[in-house]
């Protein structure tokens, strides 16, 4: 589920639509989780699929570390890539901005560490990565999770519209991640090893 305070809106040409906040999301602020209606659908579901629902999938999902295409239900899927995302996934199933988010800004994911198929060139936002790769979660996950941990610093201190959708065990790890208590899994966790 993404974040309350977010709505779809149309981008441009080249984008399509994407998802922007309606107010200020802090930095720390829980932006998606995963949830009950959120499908999962298995290699072996995914091919038996006619046409058209692989083509929602190919654009829509995303692939998590079994392999499953994971389609959200909601605006979640809406959610752009940048190389400067400002949110990030974790390894607990819910996303995090790491910086603080604008009323008026697009919320952006990184696609490298969603276990994409194939490299494709992103738009030019004037940084040195240009081309979205495979194996970029393998690549980057240290620089990402010292963006993640910075973020953490704040789970607790900012509002959290989401809470209600994380178990308290979750909830109560992600705050003693957040004290430096417990030690936060790495990014790297969400990484799908083909067989």
Not at 59 to 65: L, P, Q, R, V
Not at 157 to 183: C, H, M, N, R, T
Request: hydrophobic share 35%; charged share 25%; proline share 4%.
């Amino acid at each position: 589920m993404i974040h309350p305070d977010t709505e779809i809106r149309f981008i441009s040409n080249e984008i399509g639509y994407g998802v922007v906040a309606k107010k200020i999301i802090p930095i720390g602020t829980i932006t998606w989780i995963l949830d009950k209606f959120d499908r999962e659908f298995t290699p072996d579901q995914y091919e038996v699929l006619e046409p058209v629902y692989k083509n929602i999938l190919e654009t829509y999902a995303y692939k998590n570390n079994l392999g499953n295409q994971v389609l959200c239900w909601d605006n979640g899927r809406f959610v752009n890539h940048s190389f400067n995302a400002n949110c990030l996934t974790t390894a607990y199933n819910f996303e995090l901005a790491i910086r603080d988010i604008h009323p008026g800004e697009q919320l952006t994911d990184d696609y490298g560490y969603l276990n994409i198929d194939n490299p494709f060139r992103g738009i030019d936002e004037g940084t040195k990565r240009k081309i979205v790769y495979p194996d970029d979660l393998l690549r980057y996950h240290k620089s990402w999770d010292k963006k993640l941990l910075k973020a953490f610093k704040y789970i607790s201190k900012v509002k959290q519209p989401l809470i209600g959708l994380l178990d308290e065990e979750l909830w109560q790890l992600a705050v003693q991640i957040s004290k430096g208590e417990k030690e936060m899994d790495s990014i790297l966790k969400n990484y799908y090893y083909k067989i």
